[in-house]
């Protein structure tokens, strides 16, 4: 009979992966240095106004060109771009591809260019995992270009599939791309295109 568990207790370590006890059953501890790509640019999609984080703020029409948020090669690297030249305001969404784990950093790795508009506006960015903040900036209008690089460390478990959003509004012609959302052990630095 205890054969029996012991077996048990194998096959139920090979299908949970083995996780560290402090980690959500389907998370797999990363190595040191290692890094796992959490979207895919091509698969984001406009928020529904149900789902939309930041529905508060979102106007009744969020119609935008085509153009106005795609995925784009932004100088060899795969990127999401914004324009909000004709679209001051958008959330999209997808699935994360991999587990994000507590305890590893999600890496976010974005760029905007110099930002203008009316005297006194405000740009917000941001990226969520699933209720989780990992990335907010508010910047002020104009201001010039910035490229973001930053590491946060994980407070919880999001399995695969939980929902990311990136959201920026802002009023003025401005572009933002997002490079690179990432969850890593260790430092987290960009990748080379």
């Given at each position: ?56 703020f979102r106007p009744d029409d969020v119609t935008c060109p085509q153009n106005a948020r ?124």
């Amino acid at each position: 009979m205890r054969t029996r568990f012991v077996w048990i207790g194998i096959v139920m370590s090979a299908l949970t992966g083995g996780c560290a006890e402090d980690q959500g059953a389907t998370c797999e501890p990363l190595a040191e240095g290692e890094r796992k790509v959490l979207v895919d640019h091509a698969l984001w999609r406009l928020a529904t106004p149900e789902e939309d984080p930041w529905r508060a703020f979102r106007p009744d029409d969020v119609t935008c060109p085509q153009n106005a948020r795609q995925p784009e090669d932004f100088a060899g690297t795969p990127s999401f771009g914004i324009d909000t030249t004709n679209c001051g305001y958008t959330t999209v969404v997808q699935e994360t591809l991999v587990d994000a784990c507590r305890g590893d950093n999600a890496f976010v790795w974005m760029w905007r260019y110099a930002l203008t508009g009316p005297e006194g506006a405000e740009a917000h960015i941001a990226i969520t995992i699933g209720d989780e903040p990992l990335f907010e900036d508010v910047v002020p209008i104009p201001t010039s270009s910035d490229l973001k690089v930053k590491g946060y460390a994980l407070a919880e478990d999001h399995p695969a599939g939980t929902k990311v959003f990136f959201h920026v509004r802002n009023h003025g012609s401005n572009t933002y791309q997002l490079l690179e959302l990432a969850r890593c052990k260790g430092e987290c630095v960009p990748t080379a295109p």
